[in-house]
């Protein structure tokens, strides 16, 4: 059977980590093994996107069995021969975003392509998932038209596997106060080495089938490392980041306000990422 770690990667939003948390337990949740996005419905139950199939599984806290679990088929629509959907991110309403690139070898996968959303509902420890609008299939297009991300070459990047240098690959997805999405693309990385942040400035008319308003980029210097995983954290006004360069989870980051200052942030141990 295949098994989800959690080591649990809650955030600490202080540079105090984690002597205090060495010791936590390991669980193994178990009916996935490659998690790549999570939205929490309430304290105890988190929502789980695997990419190597579509769809969305519900955990409780501390429980290894699966709660429940919907398949997305009927609504993603995907291409019978290569039905894959490589769910990436997710945020709220739930906004779920899939990896929009080419497979490993570079052969393109229009299953691939959709940002979709979902609405939670949570009554006596069940979950209710209802999707919302529909799957939108041309954010891809609408980025490589956008004259704003010309110097990235995506028309290129987009016929490259996601990984190799100069592909084309997003990973993470977080919402705004102000109702936007920002895309975080673990490839390309910019010549200076930068990762790359892209607003959609429209998500709930881009469900409703309107071309998506893609704002200015924000390139935020990240060791010339691509993004895994962006939330935005309002209070702090902080966009946090999980990098690496292939498939190892590397260091937290934090952009401070709109100056790019970057920050290195301590990891505690609860809910995790996959391994």
Same mark, same amino acid.
């Given at each position: 059977?295949?098994?989800?770690?959690?080591?649990? =990667?809650?955030?600490?939003?202080?540079?105090?980590?984690?002597?205090?948390? $060495?010791?936590?337990?390991?669980?193994?949740?178990?009916?996935?093994?490659?998690?790549?996005?999570?939205?929490?419905?309430?304290?105890?139950?988190?929502?789980?996107?695997?990419? /190597?199939?579509?769809?969305?599984?519900?955990?409780?806290?501390?429980?290894?069995?699966?709660?429940?679990?919907?398949?997305?088929? $009927? *609504? =993603?629509?995907?291409?019978?021969?290569?039905?894959?959907?490589?769910? /990436?991110?997710?945020?709220?309403?739930?906004?779920?975003?899939?990896?929009?690139?080419?497979?490993?070898?570079?052969?393109?996968?229009?299953?691939?392509?959709?940002? *979709?959303?979902?609405?939670?509902?949570?009554?006596?420890?069940?979950?209710? =998932?209802?999707?919302?609008?529909?799957?939108?299939?041309? =954010?891809?297009?609408?980025?490589?038209?956008?004259? $704003?991300?010309?110097?990235?070459?995506?028309?290129?990047?987009?016929?490259?596997?996601?990984?190799?240098?100069?592909?084309?690959?997003?990973?993470?997805?977080?919402?705004?106060?102000?109702?936007?999405?920002?895309?975080?693309?673990?490839?390309?990385?910019?010549?200076?080495?930068?990762?790359?942040?892209?607003?959609?400035?429209?998500?709930?008319?881009?469900?409703?089938?309107?071309?998506?308003?893609?704002?200015?980029?924000?390139?935020?210097?990240?060791?010339?490392?691509?993004?895994?995983?962006?939330?935005?954290? $309002?209070?702090?006004?902080?966009?946090?980041?999980?990098?690496?360069?292939?498939?190892?989870?590397?260091?937290?980051?934090?952009?401070?306000?709109?100056?790019?200052?970057?920050?290195?942030?301590?990891?505690?141990?609860?809910?995790?990422?996959?391994?």
């Amino acid at each position: 059977m295949k098994r989800l770690r959690v080591i649990g =990667l809650i955030l600490a939003m202080t540079c105090n980590t984690a002597a205090g948390h $060495q010791n936590a337990a390991i669980i193994e949740y178990s009916d996935m093994c490659d998690a790549s996005a999570a939205a929490a419905s309430s304290a105890d139950l988190l929502i789980v996107a695997n990419d /190597e199939d579509n769809a969305l599984r519900v955990y409780r806290r501390g429980q290894p069995k699966v709660a429940q679990a919907f398949s997305l088929d $009927q *609504f =993603l629509r995907p291409d019978p021969d290569e039905p894959e959907a490589d769910i /990436e991110g997710a945020t709220r309403i739930i906004y779920w975003i899939t990896s929009h690139g080419q497979n490993k070898n570079g052969k393109d996968r229009p299953s691939r392509h959709r940002l *979709f959303a979902t609405t939670v509902a949570v009554q006596d420890g069940k979950v209710t =998932l209802t999707s919302v609008g529909t799957a939108y299939r041309d =954010l891809r297009s609408d980025l490589i038209a956008a004259p $704003q991300l010309g110097k990235y070459d995506l028309t290129v990047a987009a016929t490259i596997a996601p990984e190799d240098p100069g592909g084309f690959n997003i990973e993470g997805l977080a919402a705004t106060p102000d109702d936007r999405l920002l895309l975080g693309c673990r490839n390309p990385i910019t010549e200076k080495g930068k990762a790359l942040v892209v607003p959609i400035g429209n998500p709930k008319e881009v469900i409703l089938g309107k071309k998506a308003q893609i704002g200015m980029p924000i390139e935020i210097m990240l060791d010339g490392k691509g993004i895994r995983s962006i939330e935005f954290n $309002q209070e702090r006004n902080l966009l946090l980041s999980s990098l690496g360069p292939t498939a190892t989870l590397g260091p937290l980051h934090s952009t401070l306000g709109r100056d790019n200052q970057k920050k290195t942030l301590g990891l505690s141990r609860e809910w995790t990422s996959a391994r």
